[in-house]
């Protein structure tokens, strides 16, 4: 099944204390991104890569970090999370070039105190 | 920098009617796609239907269709025949192609709907 898994979905944690949340696609997709959302903001971008090794910035990429070694994976990295960072989180693929869908992973909920 | 508005936070129908969502862009593209997304209680963000921007027709996707007007920049959407399972959050989402390659997706700020019995 043609899919994109993010975990952990749920993630409580203290201001400060490094994290990780992956995404992975098994679709073979150049084009990766990660989004927050909040209330009254919708979704805003936060950053995303083109392929292996290329990565850029979103509208909203402080606090963030990302890597793209291999072609399915593009994990998302707060470094030092703060209660601002407190959200919902997106991962997305789709094919490099055209105007294809986008598939969006389940979400992960994020919150740090 | 595209803008994408929704002016309607919340908006309720009952079942078996029908609901127009509101969407507005601010664009200088000439080339870029329109799309609007469901997000039901579940959390998955699901396309429900997208629009090419030089095409004149509006698309329909079985009860759903849109009112695409590029000259006002407006994009709204129309469910017919409205159903329980439609209550989710609406986006309304603005795609341009990006200088180098690839493409950048911008999203409104959401409406909630909710049909009723």
């Known amino acids: 099944e043609a899919q994109v898994t993010q975990n952990p979905r749920y993630l409580i944690t203290v201001t400060g204390k490094k994290l990780t949340v992956t995404c992975s696609q098994n679709m073979n997709h150049e084009y990766m991104s990660w989004y927050r959302q909040d209330p009254g903001l919708g979704l805003r971008q936060i950053y995303y890569?083109?392929?292996?090794?290329?990565?850029d910035k979103g509208d909203v990429p402080e606090g963030y970090k990302v890597s793209r070694k291999e072609k399915r994976n593009f994990p998302l990295i707060l470094e030092s999370p703060s209660p601002n960072q407190t959200s919902l989180y997106f991962c997305?693929?789709?094919?490099?070039?055209?105007?294809?869908?986008?598939?969006f992973g389940p979400g992960t909920r994020l919150t740090v105190t | 920098a595209q803008t994408v508005t929704q002016s309607q936070p919340e908006m309720s129908v009952q079942e078996a009617e029908t609901v127009t969502l509101s969407c507005t862009y601010d664009t200088s593209e000439s080339n870029y796609y329109l799309f609007w997304y469901k997000q039901p209680p579940s959390r998955q963000m699901i396309l429900v239907i997208r629009?090419?921007?030089?095409?004149?027709q509006n698309a329909t996707e079985n009860r759903f269709s849109v009112n695409f007007q590029k000259a006002a920049k407006s994009f709204s959407l129309k469910i017919s025949d409205s159903q329980l399972g439609d209550t989710a959050m609406y986006f309304c989402a603005f795609m341009k192609l990006l200088r180098g390659g690839g493409n950048k997706l911008t999203f409104g700020t959401g409406t909630q709907l909710k049909v009723e019995l």
């Open positions: 629009q090419e921007a030089y095409k004149q």
């Open positions: 997305a693929s789709r094919l490099e070039g055209g105007w294809g869908e986008q598939y």
């Open positions: 890569s083109m392929n292996v090794e290329v990565t």
